[in-house]
């Protein structure tokens, strides 16, 4: 991905104690005291794919981690059904295994359910949130719920694992819609090798499970109590996530700010550049935010 002007790290596997191996990239931060923050991907992606457009913004204020969750690209194999809860706790056996106390979660689509619970089940390691792209839960209408179903089954089938059965699903009109947002760089550029190389490396069964399992969540009945400070990035033509849903998960929560973003589901991929600045923005938000409710000088290489 260097060569192709994307400063995206090479990565390596961890092994968290009693869990399984996932697969971890990591960027050092600028100084000793810089803040980390963990990137959490979406639904049938990898932290590669989801984050190449971040890594160079964000690692000009903090240390960097991604993690390839339950299932999705190199992430832990387990024969247990997919749990968003489960992935919350690899996230933070990870940053046990890094040495790393306390972090900011940045969660895309389903990563930002992830986020949510990495507060819920262990606050006291987290400084504050980004979330992207996503919700407090995805209970909408049964059309909203089969395209989350169908994103997972058209990005499996890109992978070229598996033929999908679109009319059985009845989901052809999430293909048609996702494949007229993929940009021709992405589908028949220089970096589609790359791209397809990470989407075979999926557990179908398991992004399927993932993809019910974002059905099925909501955080209504806590996201309220969030004390700690918050970004919303809102893409703003999303079609997956509608905007009033992303929306009301802001108003949901005391202490968010939003940050538009003028994209659809994909602007982390196709409008990489522009994501990566804007959530580099919220991100530095969050963190000042937090320093000051400790008590904590700002880091002496941050200007902004």
Not at 32 to 39: E, F, I, Q, R
Not at 107 to 124: F, N, T, V
């Amino acid at each position: 991905m260097a060569a192709l002007g994307w400063k995206v790290p090479l990565g390596r596997e961890v092994e968290l104690p009693g869990r399984g191996t996932t697969f971890v990239r990591e960027m050092p931060g600028p100084s000793p005291d810089s803040a980390t923050v963990v990137l959490l991907h979406g639904l049938a992606a990898s932290g590669g794919l989801n984050w190449f457009g971040c890594f160079a913004d964000l690692s000009e204020r903090f240390r960097v981690v991604t993690i390839d969750h339950r299932g999705h690209g190199r992430g832990i194999r387990s024969p247990d059904r997919f749990r968003l809860a489960d992935c919350a706790d690899d996230v933070v056996a990870l940053a046990d295994v890094l040495g790393v106390e306390r972090f900011i979660p940045v969660g895309y689509s389903m990563g930002g359910p992830i986020a949510q619970l990495i507060w819920h089940r262990h606050r006291d390691r987290v400084d504050g949130m980004v979330l992207c792209a996503t919700s407090r839960n995805f209970r909408g209408r049964p059309r909203e719920r089969m395209q989350f179903l169908g994103l997972g089954m058209m990005v499996a089938g890109l992978g070229g694992r598996v033929r999908v059965p679109w009319d059985n699903m009845n989901v052809g009109r999430v293909r048609r819609v996702v494949e007229s947002m993929l940009t021709p760089e992405l589908v028949h550029g220089p970096v589609r090798p790359w791209i397809v190389s990470e989407l075979r490396r999926n557990d179908t069964s398991k992004v399927l499970e993932a993809a019910e399992a974002i059905g099925r969540y909501s955080s209504h009945a806590w996201i309220g109590g969030i004390d700690v400070p918050v970004s919303v990035v809102v893409t703003t033509r999303d079609w997956l996530v509608p905007v009033r849903r992303q929306v009301k998960l802001a108003r949901s929560i005391p202490s968010a700010v939003m940050f538009p973003v003028d994209g659809d589901h994909l602007v982390c991929a196709n409008q990489p550049e522009a994501f990566g600045h804007v959530v580099a923005d919220a991100a530095r938000l969050v963190d000042r935010r937090a320093r000051r409710h400790a008590g904590q000088p700002p880091p002496l290489t941050a200007l902004g």
